[in-house]
T-cell receptor, first 114, second 110 residues
Framework: SAVISQKPSRDICQRGTSLTIQCQVDSQVTMMFWYRQQPGQSLTLIATANQGSEATYESGFVIDKFPISRPNLTFSTLTVSNMSPEDSSIYLC???????????FGSGTRLTVV | EDQVTQSPEALRLQEGESSSLNCSYTVSGLRGLFWYRQDPGKGPEFLFTLYSAGEEKEKERLKATLTKKESFLHITAPKPEDSATYLCAVWGRNDYKLSFGAGTTVTVRA
């Protein structure tokens, strides 16, 4: 299965600033997803990162707050913009292919906004 | 909308005490049901995918089964290293995204 490198692994940020999280995969993948996991909660899908086109956002998430890029089939970024303490969460990148729908997750980015 | 309910929320076991976790789901056309293990501070680790009712899969002390309405994750003779949160997710016919349950946190005492 694909191996995902997600950076940074953790960060502490000031409110009002932005943080960009990177997701690098060791092979080409069809699907890339970004999830949020708030403390003590399960995973919530933020958006599907589409290669060559705008990301598809889930209800409650907007592009201005969570802009996503996917320039190729192995890389994506998620930016958390104008952060507030409510954005403190773990952000996870996930990938899948038609050959293997056992979606693989990165190790996550633990974000604390102060 | 796809829905996944996991029970119990938490499970405390003695080493060697077998038990089962439940994942009940409603989905429009199940394409796959996934089980993951998540350790604190880490991303979910894929365990199994089940595609059709009656299917079973095993890995070490874990066995996953699937019916038309629910899935069970059986833990046989657990060890302390089996302590983790176990997540269930479903993949429906309408798109590629997964819908996750809230998870069951398992603690195994030596």
């Amino acid at each position: 299965s694909a191996v995902i490198s997600q950076k940074p692994s953790r960060d502490i940020c000031q409110r009002g600033t932005s943080l960009t999280i990177q997701c690098q995969v060791d092979s080409q993948v069809t699907m890339m997803f970004w999830y949020r996991q708030q403390p003590g909660q399960s995973l919530t899908l933020i958006a599907t990162a589409n290669q060559g086109s705008e990301a598809t956002y889930e209800s409650g998430f907007v592009i201005d707050k969570f802009p996503i890029s996917r320039p190729n089939l192995t890389f994506s970024t998620l930016t958390v913009s104008n952060m507030s303490p409510e954005d403190s969460s773990i952000y996870l990148c996930s990938v899948g292919t038609e050959a293997n729908y056992g979606y693989t997750f990165g190790s996550g980015t633990r974000l604390t906004v102060v | 909308e796809d829905q996944v309910t996991q029970s119990p929320e938490a499970l405390r076991l003695q080493e060697g005490e077998s038990s089962s976790l439940n994942c009940s789901y409603t989905v429009s056309g199940l394409r796959g049901l996934f089980w993951y293990r998540q350790d604190p501070g880490k991303g979910p680790e894929f365990l199994f995918t089940l595609y059709s009712a009656g299917e079973e899969k095993e890995k070490e002390r874990l066995k996953a089964t699937l019916t038309k309405k629910e899935s069970f994750l059986h833990i046989t003779a657990p060890k302390p290293e089996d302590s983790a949160t176990y997540l269930c997710a479903v993949w429906g016919r309408n798109d590629y995204k997964l819908s996750f349950g809230a998870g069951t946190t398992v603690t195994v005492r030596a």
